[in-house]
Structures are given as structure tokens and as C-alpha cells.
């Protein structure tokens, strides 16, 4: 897999049935590896070693229902009185993140109704803040660490 502009990390990887897995210490399970994954698992321990956010507060890869249709969000993050705090959008590297990304976090949101958000292919990574009186969102440059 190709270097993302994360810090490095240590992961666990096993090979079965001619794949490549590794480890989602948030499902405590092999994933099969492929490109959106791997930017999965380093905004994962982004969030845990560099933000410093409990795991315990960090959900991955679980469905919700927009308009009668069954999506999957990336990862929330949860603050501790079990309200969103973080959606996060993970693409693969090679796909380019445009107003159609912010577009489907949005739509998301419009049901999870997160605090911030963060886009990320592993390359470039925006985030925002919600200001839900004026219906948009800021651009921040940086998510903020968590805090007790």
C-alpha cells in the first residue's frame, strides 16, 4: 500500500485466503486490506495516538438510513455524553475529493448531526465545523484534540 501523509504506524497484518488483512482495533477483527481501508485504519490511529480520543469513543463502519436507503459511515467519534462529535468520510488515495465528498458527509450529517467533520483520501484531509444556525460549515485546519 502506498505511504499517506499520517504519521507511521504500527498495524498487524495476516495473509488468508490469498488477501491481505489487517487489523481494525476498534471491530477487534481482520479486514481485508484493500485502498480505502488503509486510510481507514490510519485516521483511526490518527485519532487515537494523535488526538489523543479514547477507543472506546470510536465507532467504525456502521450502517444508517438515509431516505429509505442503507449507507455505511466511515467513523464517528463519540464525545463523553455519547453525542457525535467526528463523522469521517475515508476514501481510497486515488480518488479525488470534491464538492460531491462534502456532499455525501453532509447528507450523513443531516441525520447524525456531528459537530465536525473530516474528509480525508490519506493524502489531503479538510475539516470542519458545523454551525447548524446558518446551515454551513467552516473550515478548520486542524480537528481538535479530545478533551476530558
Given at each position: 500500500?502506498?505511504?499517506?501523509?499520517?504519521?507511521?504506524?504500527?498495524?498487524?497484518f495476516?495473509?488468508?485466503?490469498?488477501?491481505?488483512?489487517i487489523?481494525?482495533?476498534?471491530?477487534?477483527?481482520?479486514?481485508?486490506?484493500?485502498?480505502?481501508?488503509?486510510?481507514?485504519?490510519h485516521?483511526?490511529?490518527?485519532?487515537?495516538?494523535?488526538?489523543?480520543?479514547?477507543?472506546?469513543?470510536i465507532?467504525?463502519?456502521k450502517?444508517?438510513?438515509?431516505?429509505?436507503?442503507?449507507?455505511?459511515y466511515?467513523i464517528?467519534?463519540?464525545?463523553q455524553?455519547?453525542?457525535?462529535s467526528?463523522?469521517?468520510?475515508?476514501?481510497?488515495?486515488?480518488i479525488?475529493?470534491?464538492?460531491?465528498?462534502?456532499?455525501?458527509?453532509?447528507?450523513y450529517?443531516?441525520?447524525?448531526?456531528?459537530?465536525?467533520?473530516?474528509?480525508?483520501?490519506?493524502?489531503?484531509?479538510?475539516?470542519c465545523?458545523?454551525?447548524?444556525t446558518?446551515?454551513?460549515?467552516?473550515?478548520?485546519?486542524?480537528?481538535?484534540?479530545?478533551?476530558?
Amino acid at each position: 500500500m502506498q505511504p499517506l501523509n499520517f504519521p507511521t504506524y504500527d498495524f498487524r497484518f495476516k495473509n488468508s485466503e490469498n488477501k491481505i488483512h489487517i487489523f481494525d482495533a476498534i471491530r477487534k477483527k481482520f479486514v481485508v486490506l484493500q485502498p480505502e481501508e488503509w486510510v481507514r485504519q490510519h485516521t483511526v490511529q490518527f485519532l487515537i495516538m494523535e488526538k489523543k480520543y479514547p477507543k472506546s469513543l470510536i465507532n467504525v463502519e456502521k450502517q444508517l438510513t438515509i431516505n429509505s436507503l442503507k449507507k455505511r459511515y466511515d467513523i464517528v467519534v463519540f464525545d463523553q455524553k455519547g453525542n457525535i462529535s467526528i463523522l469521517v468520510e475515508c476514501k481510497a488515495p486515488k480518488i479525488t475529493i470534491t464538492q460531491q465528498t462534502f456532499d455525501q458527509i453532509a447528507r450523513y450529517n443531516m441525520q447524525l448531526k456531528a459537530n465536525f467533520l473530516m474528509v480525508t483520501n490519506g493524502l489531503q484531509h479538510f475539516y470542519c465545523k458545523m454551525d447548524y444556525t446558518q446551515e454551513k460549515y467552516h473550515f478548520l485546519e486542524y480537528i481538535p484534540d479530545f478533551s476530558r
